[in-house]
């Protein structure tokens, strides 16, 4: 069936890539997104992939215990990139053709991130993954995935999660939590909702792009999502 959509920007965590174990790459679950991912691009639909790296490295949690936050933040960054490869290498075993873009300059290893170059991959139909978040310490790669789906012209963000949605409390504590089909922008900020951080959903608010997160542990789900079917929670101006 064909994509609802004509180019989206999908948001991987780091955490999609570790298996079991919580850390680090596992094969398979690697080789298993690659496969989502692959059949989703069989739609027509033009992908970018921002990937964070939290199963290697996670910047936040490191400052937190004293490490000065920029250069954890770069070490994150870093994580990125490794994640990137590996996912480069999984999509092109199940014939996607990819590109990866880094946005700190590593040219022995990957291109660097030139919009104009990525945007016309992504016409070539390949999927063009960018790595090392927005360059920047202190901001995460949810506010990269923001910034790089503007600046591809991304129709929405997915951002695959562990959960099925966003709901008003814990459903791994509250049996009677309630999951929110749809969201504004607003309801997300007020509520301290943990979906993405507070630069990350202003950024997609001041420029009305939508969010749809979902599970990604749920096969099929990335495909459901580029076809247009109602899972997961929306984030939307109204
Ligand atoms: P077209 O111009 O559309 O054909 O795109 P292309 O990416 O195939 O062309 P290009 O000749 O730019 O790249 C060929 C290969 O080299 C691709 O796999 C790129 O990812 C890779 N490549 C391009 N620029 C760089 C770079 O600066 N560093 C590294 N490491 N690889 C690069």
């Known amino acids: 069936m064909k994509s609802a959509y004509k180019r989206i920007l999908l948001k991987l965590s780091g955490e999609a890539l570790a298996g ?4 680090g790459i596992s094969p398979e679950t690697i080789m298993q997104v690659a ?3 692959a059949e989703a691009h069989k739609t027509g639909a033009e992908i ?5 790296g939290g199963n290697i490295f996670r910047g936040i949690a490191a ?4 490490m000065d936050r920029a250069s954890s933040d770069y070490m994150g960054m870093l994580a ?3 994640n990137a490869l590996a ?7 199940v014939g996607v053709h990819t590109r990866v873009q880094t946005a700190i300059a590593m040219a022995e290893i990957a291109e660097p991130y030139i919009r104009r170059k990525a945007m016309r991959h992504l016409e070539k139909k390949r999927i063009v993954i960018f790595a090392g978040g927005t360059g920047n310490p202190f901001f995460t790669t949810d506010t990269a995935a923001a910034l790089r789906a503007m600046e591809i012209g991304a129709e929405a963000i997915f951002k695959a999660t562990k959960v099925d949605g966003i709901y008003d409390k814990d459903p791994a504590k509250f049996p009677d939590a309630v999951k929110w089909d749809e969201l504004t922008y607003i309801e997300v900020l007020n509520r301290q909702l943990e979906v993405m951080d507070s630069t990350a959903i202003s950024l997609c608010m001041d420029n009305k792009l939508p969010i749809l997160t979902f599970n990604l542990k749920v096969k099929g789900n ?6 247009g ?4 929670t929306l984030i939307k101006a109204n």
């Open 222 to 227: 990335i495909l459901r999502a580029f076809q």
């Open 80 to 82: 990125t990139c490794m």
């Open 229 to 232: 079917e109602k899972i997961g």
């Open 20 to 23: 079991s174990q919580g850390y």
């Open 87 to 93: 996912l480069q290498d999984a999509l092109e075993k």
């Open 35 to 37: 496969q989502d991912v």
């Open 63 to 66: 400052s937190a215990k004293g």
């Open 48 to 52: 970018g992939i921002v990937i964070g």
